[in-house]
């Protein structure tokens, strides 16, 4: 039976951009369906309109054989519909029961929070979300809060749920966690479409995959006809080559932290007697389930977060108790874990890339800036870190989220930093997005550059890392140095992330 089917959708936006080009394809009840494409091809600006937060210029959607004009995600979500975007929609001073149920009228209304924390609870439990409904936003991690997101949904009981890189932030076993809850919600004979750029993940778990490129359909098949060498061809209808990272290391220690213990946004230890070097020219790869004191380590390092004990030193210089902005100025490099983070999203692109250096020369000249040589510098960037598009006026925020990370990456790595510190760097890009942010670490890397990279993604960590420390609790129960990583290897660092000594 066919759920959803879409006839003709073309999308146009300003600057004649058509986001997408007559896209007609089905997706059948009860399946995963896998919608495969570059950054910026179109897919979540397709997904946009069957939710109603976009309209089309042209086509119709039918919804289970009848036409349906989806004004909004009001009319979605009473249709069945609910999605789950790449970019978290949550309150952070909200608990994660208030954000579930907000604006759900069958809430009731006095105690409301008694009844929906123990739904929540038990929804979480059954689909293998675990998280505390408890707790406010502002106090969980990335994969915590994709967790959430997903909760919502399926509180709303949605019979067909759209899922933007809902792994992006997600590791190895909670990936395996959330597949086992879409296996559940096929048997129950709910429908998903699942907005990826992993393609061992379409192989896994989809039944059918579309793949769209520059706004168009390129094809809908059977991933058991196909292979990820091919998907990832049409995708980019060109072969993707794959960065080989530099194997010889400096014996040069850029980054020492000492017995270094944090708290966490709960107030408790989130970083415990930590101690760990990254030498010159080394890619060090930070392995651990979401919320094992990750995201604390990066903020420790870049000085966004208090040491209670130990000490941080950068080639030899102590920089515990620095400030972000002195710690930048010794060239540190950060890559936040949310890009929303790391850009203004009201500011244009030249502004974002000018966020480090406006204030220096030459592009200070006492209060005001020089823009003529600060719009030059600006080109520069957008066309070496091959930023789309190459408009240095648009603000950022309308950026895709590939390009949101080239950003990022293009007013980080240009200072040439001594070290850079790069949370979850890919997640939610491309192939071709992910192999040229690799080629962007792996260069400076090779200028040398010491790399603390920290990834739920633990084929990335054992393509890049010359090293791999595991954390688990907020301590290190693993450190391995190897020149070829084996199956073995990633066997042990998953029993190592879940809390077993090997």
């Not at 979401?290 to 950068?314: D, H, T, Y």
């Amino acid at each position: 039976m066919i759920e959803i089917a879409f006839r003709s959708i073309t999308k146009r936006f300003p600057s004649h951009i058509v986001a997408n080009d007559r896209v007609s394809f089905e997706v059948e009840k009860g399946t995963v369906h896998a919608l495969l494409g570059e950054n910026g091809a179109g897919k979540s600006t397709l997904m946009n309109i069957l939710y109603g937060l976009l309209q089309p210029d042209e086509g119709e959607i039918f919804l289970r054989g009848k036409p349906q004009k989806i004004s909004s995600p009001k009319e979605a979500i009473a249709l069945g519909i609910g999605m789950v975007h790449q970019h978290f929609r949550l309150i952070n001073t909200h608990t994660v029961c208030e954000n579930v149920i907000l604006g759900l009228r069958s809430v009731p209304f006095f105690f409301p929070a008694k009844k929906a924390q123990l739904e929540v609870r038990a929804l979480s439990e059954k689909y293998g979300l675990r998280v505390d409904p408890k707790t406010r936003i502002w106090q969980l991690s990335a994969g915590e809060k994709q967790k959430v997101e997903i909760l919502k949904a399926l509180y709303r009981k949605v019979e067909i749920l759209i899922l933007d890189e809902p792994t992006a932030v997600l590791t190895p076993q909670e990936v395996e966690e959330l597949f086992r809850t879409l296996k559940v919600m096929k048997k129950e004979g709910k429908t998903c479409i699942f907005i990826t750029h992993k393609l061992n993940e379409v192989m896994a778990i989809a039944d059918r995959v579309t793949v769209m490129r520059q706004g168009k359909v390129v094809n809908t098949l059977s991933p058991s006809s196909t292979s990820p060498e091919e998907l990832a061809r049409m995708m980019v209808d060109k072969p993707v080559l794959s960065v080989t990272p530099k194997k010889n290391v400096s014996s040069r220690v850029v980054l020492e932290l000492q017995d270094v213990w944090a708290i966490g946004d709960k107030d408790l230890p989130a970083l415990l007697d930590v101690t760990l070097t990254v030498r010159a020219g080394e890619i060090v790869g930070v392995a651990g389930v979401a919320g094992n004191g990750q995201r604390e380590l990066a903020e420790v390092i870049v000085g966004l977060r208090k040491v209670k004990r130990g000490r941080i030193f950068l080639e030899g210089t102590d920089i515990t108790a620095l400030s972000p902005r002195e710690i930048a100025a010794l060239g540190v490099a950060y890559v936040p874990e949310e890009r929303n983070i790391g850009l203004i999203g009201e500011m244009s692109i030249a502004e974002n890339l000018l966020l480090r250096e406006y204030a220096e020369p030459p592009f200070s000249q006492g209060f005001w800036v020089n823009w003529n040589k600060a719009e030059a510098y600006s080109e520069r960037l957008i066309s070496h870190y091959q930023i789309h598009p190459p408009l240095m006026e648009m603000p950022v925020r309308l950026l895709s989220g590939g390009n949101r990370q080239r950003v990022i990456l293009a007013r980080e790595l240009e200072r040439k930093p001594k070290l850079v510190i790069a949370a979850n760097p890919t997640a939610g890009l491309d192939v071709q997005g992910v192999e040229a942010i690799h080629e962007l670490l792996v260069k400076a890397q090779e200028d040398g550059a010491g790399v603390l990279l920290i990834s739920g993604d633990l084929d990335e960590l054992l393509k890049l890392s010359n090293r791999i420390v595991v954390f688990f609790r907020g301590e290190v129960v693993g450190n391995l140095e190897k020149e070829r990583w084996t199956e073995e290897d990633r066997r042990n660092i998953g029993l190592m992330m879940g809390g077993v000594r090997v």
